[in-house]
């Protein structure tokens, strides 16, 4: 049992972490669609748009359809899907670490873009359960902002009563590391899905990567036993305005994130 550990949580993002979805949300959301009279989108649409938030970007993959009835249709086929073992599956690797890390001590957490309807199946049934409470599952309703803001972890930090530098957000996107920096926390990097290499992070900070979650348990022994850093207070924020470029502090550029945060969402809609 771990003792006075720097790391008391660690928050989960849920698709392409802790279940593989890509692929499967491909096929998913195309029955949907066939059912309410739209042609299938092609797997590089599908591939293109991807991790955005499914409400956000359902009319770019199928042009003119009922967002709500098509939101609806997704939470029933994701239900029955998951009840045949065809969707949103815990890996017996995946579930055998989120098991030692539970046995190490460390609270566990999701943070999810998904709405309620997406989610819903999870809560009510699901082998994740075990590990995550479903107080401690955070998906759009639960919270006022979206990746990348960094503001979206702020109402998981408070429930829960961790401070930042005290946890882990381990995902498998961009914005999953670009808010996840921004707010204070530390990073890993998951490239399980394959969908991402170790390339495309560069430019970002990243605490650690893991081939597969069944690697995060060692990888957070690692990072407790590494010289406790304060990336905040380090980091600075490179703004580039035609020919202008300056550098700020990351403290300042958090004061100041309110004001433009209105060009990440209109960024998310894109």
């Known amino acids: 049992m771990k003792k006075n550990n720097k790391i008391k949580l660690i928050i989960f993002d849920f698709d392409d972490t802790l279940v593989m979805t890509e692929e499967k949300g491909f096929h998913l959301e195309n029955d949907v669609a066939k059912s309410m009279g739209f042609k299938p989108q ?16 359902a009319n770019i993959r199928f042009p003119g359809i009922d967002i ?30 989120l098991k030692q890390l539970k046995t190490n001590g460390y609270e566990l957490a999701v943070l999810t873009s998904r709405t309620e ?10 082998p994740l ?32 009563k961790v401070e930042a530098d005290k946890c882990v957000y381990v ?7 670009l808010g996840a920096k921004l707010a204070g926390l530390r990073f890993v990097a998951s490239l399980e899905s394959k969908l991402r290499d170790r ?9 650690a990567f893991v081939n597969k979650l069944s ?39 958090i004061k100041k994130f309110p004001e433009i945060s209105g060009v990440i969402d209109e960024i998310d809609r894109e």
């Open 42 to 57: 092609t797997r590089e649409m599908h591939m293109a748009t991807w991790p955005k938030p499914l409400d956000i970007v």
């Open 68 to 97: 709500e009835t098509f939101m609806v249709g997704i939470g029933k086929r994701m239900a029955e899907y998951t009840e045949k073992g065809k969707f949103d599956v815990l890996s017996e690797e995946t579930e055998t670490a």
């Open 117 to 126: 309807v997406e989610v819903r199946h999870i809560l009510s049934k699901h």
């Open 129 to 160: 359960l075990k590990y995550v409470p479903v107080s401690s599952f955070y998906y759009k309703e639960r919270n006022k902002h979206r990746k990348p803001d960094p503001r979206v972890f702020e109402a998981i930090l408070s429930d829960m």
């Open 171 to 177: 995902g498998d996107a961009l914005t999953d590391a």
């Open 199 to 207: 390339d495309e992070f560069n430019g970002y900070v990243v605490d």
């Open 215 to 253: 690697e995060l348990p060692e990888k957070i022994q690692i990072l407790e036993e590494e010289e406790q850093i304060s990336l905040k207070k380090e980091m600075r924020i490179k703004l580039e305005y035609g020919d202008v470029s300056i550098s700020v502090p990351h403290d300042y550029f």
